[in-house]
């Protein structure tokens, strides 16, 4: 009994692939026809080894677009010979229809479409390095504009309540007990206030430890890391 070995060289396939954390729904598009659309996990790997399974020796195009896993899948694709492309969602011609009905297989099936019909205009890939710095530098801003935002509460809250920063002297009373519970607590704290006792009195030398207790809460909170005891004040 002789078994027909399925060849597909020179026959072209289009790959539209909807990108989750957890699922990917996938398209698959050849001559103008849809011939399968599926979930399968977030693995280019498995992708192609399913794509050389069932079409093996043909020619796969892919595409996904840019969204939270940036281009580690299209890099993924092209070390396994794959030609994939990566489009930014709005550049994606869509149908009202679509629009309305807006699901994953619709997404899925509309970037296969696409692909095919040769409408999609591929966004560069950068380097690793480049896209590193890119995404720390995002991550830079977020944490800025989080900052600010905490800012302006603790100064919309201190407005609503008529204290002022610099003259309110219920502010001033405030820090002042942190610096003794600082100096009580922290040994570094403790080491410096006493340094600081044998050349000026013990209310002054509360002072400085203030200043040095909101520079320490300053970088605490810029660094968003814990309040570490016994470091050098």
Request: glycine content about 4%.
């Amino acid at each position: 009994m002789q078994h027909t070995i399925l060849n597909f060289i020179n026959q072209h396939f289009f790959v539209g692939i909807d990108v989750h954390l957890k699922q990917w729904k996938v398209t698959i598009r050849s001559a103008g026809i849809e011939l399968k659309t599926f979930s399968m996990n977030p693995s280019p790997q498995e992708l192609f080894q399913y794509l050389r399974k069932h079409y093996p020796g043909g020619t796969y195009h892919l595409v996904y677009e840019a969204g939270f896993c940036d281009f580690w899948i299209q890099r993924a694709f092209s070390e396994l010979g794959i030609q994939c492309i990566v489009v930014h969602p709005a550049d994606t011609p869509t149908s009202a229809k679509e629009k309305v009905h807006k699901t994953d297989p619709v997404d899925s099936r509309k970037l296969a479409r696409e692909l095919e019909h040769g409408s999609l205009k591929a966004l560069y890939v950068p380097q690793v390095a480049s896209e590193q710095l890119r995404s720390l530098m995002r991550l830079r801003f977020r944490l800025v504009q989080q900052q600010t935002r905490t800012k302006n509460r603790i100064k919309g809250f201190l407005r609503v309540n008529d204290i002022s920063f610099r003259q309110n002297s219920f502010l001033r009373t405030m820090m002042i007990e942190a610096a003794w519970t600082a100096v009580r607590e922290d040994p570094a704290m403790t080491l410096k206030f006493k340094e600081l006792t044998k050349r000026m009195n013990s209310q002054n030398a509360i002072i400085r430890i203030a200043k040095k207790l909101l520079k320490r809460i300053r970088h605490v909170w810029l660094n968003q890391e814990e309040y570490v005891y016994a470091l050098v004040a």
